[in-house]
């Protein structure tokens, strides 16, 4: 018989060897879980009461076995801490998972499936439900460990080879017949698949094998029939989210956009902590100028950010560029400002997600994404001033901000031609192997538009040639200050430049000296900047300036002192 031939050729750990780690901000529960493990002849069971525990344990220990509580005092549930832990390669892609949870909601039910825990166990626990799980668990385990070594060599022949095999020992096996069934898509084998899935389907139907038919249909441009395919399993298994997830996927190609974004928000409202469902509806939306639905997903996306690794800031970024697509498209000022209200709520809600250490990035990032803004609707002063603001607390630490952070402000930076900061992100950039798909579109789009770089090089250039004139020929250093200023108008090293030259001249119209003094005054500059701007306002407004310069820099330095004043009490 298939289960017994699985039992003969697929050997479970033995209890004493298997390393157990059980999570649950309850210490009282984690007593009890662990007591009855060790019963069961375990002798290693670490506990952890939070995430930072769970992830120190993990960083230590190679464990067979996690039993994680669902709802986890702290930042983060059960399963965004599995995610974490998988992310950072911390459990092997065999490890054994046991979701508990006494709350039997649907939602937390559906979250827990989302990461394909071996078994849930629903509180009040005993010790007969334990011992029911870890075995199943266990042998779950076994079966699929081959396969998994072979995947992480990079082995993906022997890993089909090694899925086959076990099926043909164990019989029926949904997650073996599964993983054998996307090997193969993954391998480009899509006849050996839709073979298997087909005969699969005879014998042991299931959400899963459905799914894999309806991805086979889109591959032979079968569009309709896959799409039709997914309705009718969601009919029988309305509550299996993966399947709104592609159902949503092919309307869009098949452009039944209304169709797609319903089926995109069954999904998230099944389960609103999945960040990726907040960002498919909000992306729907927008491109159907549904201004409440992308603002609605963009509260669940905020309420759930997933704040325990750098993913939080990703997807946040993800959300501010479907939002700026929306905004921009908003032809009224009435409904641009209600959606910068909106957007105020959202970014309010993040805060009160984020930990304390995350709190300076997101600060920062909210600056930059309201500068993007101002400067869309030609506000380009308000918008300097909002960029450097946001990059003041990190002015001497660019390296620390997160690429999303650095590829959003790039183009800002640019546009206002302040090439220092410029230097600084794009040294920060090319130590960097890795990028997130935001990152790398944003850098992509820069890398395009060449002739941007090679005026962005003029301009270095430009710059210190009349740096270098200042000294000796502060004429000719003027004429290279007005030329840039011109160009760039909010430059701050080219105005910082002209006005040195306007007072060393003791020239200079009162509109060229008010534009210059609002391109640099209330708002914090980097280090020697700072230093040059003070140099500057207090030569402006001494003795030796004139008239006219003395009465309109006194306003511009008082201003600026008191931005500086507020800045540092803030």
């Not at 020697?528 to 306002?537: G, H, I, P, Y």
């Amino acid at each position: 018989m298939p289960n017994n031939q699985s039992q003969s050729n697929t050997q479970s750990l033995p209890l004493h060897a298997v390393k157990a780690l059980i999570v649950d901000d309850q210490r009282l529960a984690t007593t009890m879980l662990k007591s009855i493990l060790l019963q069961f002849g375990l002798t290693h069971v670490d506990t952890a009461l939070d995430h930072q525990q769970a992830q120190q344990h993990c960083q230590h220990n190679a464990f067979d076995l996690l039993l994680i509580d669902y709802h986890l005092e702290g930042p983060l549930t059960g399963t965004e801490l599995i995610n974490l832990l998988r992310r950072k390669k911390l459990i092997s892609p065999y490890c054994g998972i046991i979701m508990i949870s006494g709350d039997h909601s649907a939602e937390v039910i559906l979250t827990s499936m989302s990461v394909e825990p071996d078994s849930f166990m629903a509180k009040p626990i005993t010790a007969e439900m334990v011992k029911t799980k870890l075995v199943a668990t266990l042998h779950e385990c076994a079966l699929r460990t081959p396969v998994y070594k072979a995947i992480i060599n990079q082995d993906r022949k022997k890993a089909i080879t090694l899925c086959k095999k076990q099926l043909m020992h164990a019989g029926y096996h949904h997650k073996l017949e599964g993983l054998l069934l996307d090997l193969l898509i993954e391998d480009g084998q899509w006849l050996q698949a839709e073979k298997y899935a087909n005969i699969l389907k005879k014998h042991h139907p299931s959400p899963k094998l459905s799914l894999i038919l309806a991805k086979i249909l889109q591959h032979n441009n079968q569009l309709k029939a896959a799409i039709h395919l997914l309705e009718c399993q969601l009919q029988q298994s309305p509550l299996h989210i993966e399947l709104y997830d592609y159902l949503a996927i092919f309307q869009e190609q098949d452009k039944a956009y209304y169709d797609a974004l319903e089926s995109a928000q069954k999904a998230l409202k099944l389960t609103p902590s999945i960040s990726h469902r907040a960002l498919k509806v909000a992306q729907l939306a927008a491109d159907l100028d549904r201004s409440d639905q992308v603002i609605k997903a963009g509260n669940s996306l905020a309420n759930h950010l997933p704040i325990i690794d750098v993913d939080w800031i990703i997807c946040l970024a993800e959300y501010m560029a479907i939002f700026e697509q929306l905004y921009f498209t908003q032809t009224s000022l009435a409904n641009r400002q209600r959606l910068k209200i909106e957007l105020q709520r959202i970014n309010d809600r993040a805060h009160s997600r984020v930990m304390a250490a995350q709190e300076p990035f997101l600060t920062t990032y909210s600056h930059i994404v309201m500068s993007r803004l101002l400067l869309g609707n030609t506000q380009p002063l308000k918008a300097k001033r909002r960029m450097l603001l946001g990059l003041s607390q990190f002015f001497d630490k660019i390296p620390k901000l997160p690429s999303v952070v650095i590829a959003d402000t790039l183009p800002l930076l640019v546009h206002f031609g302040e090439t220092q900061l410029i230097n600084t992100c794009m040294q920060a950039i090319e130590k960097r192997n890795r990028f997130d798909g935001h990152s790398q579109n944003r850098l992509n789009d820069i890398k395009q538009q060449t002739h941007l770089t090679e005026r962005i090089k003029q301009l270095e250039l430009q710059l210190k040639e009349a740096f270098r004139l200042l000294p000796t020929s502060p004429q000719q250093a003027f004429v290279r200050y007005q030329n840039i200023v011109h160009e760039y108008p909010l430059c701050s090293e080219a105005n910082l430049g002209y006005l040195q030259c306007m007072l060393e001249l003791n020239v200079g119209n009162e509109a060229d000296i008010k534009h210059s003094l609002k391109a640099i005054s209330s708002m914090p500059l980097p280090g020697d900047l700072e230093t040059w701007r003070k140099q500057v306002l207090e030569g402006m407004t001494s003795k030796k300036a004139s008239p006219q310069q003395h009465k309109v820099a006194l306003t511009y330095k008082k201003q600026t002192q008191r931005f500086l004043e507020s800045e540092n009490t803030g």
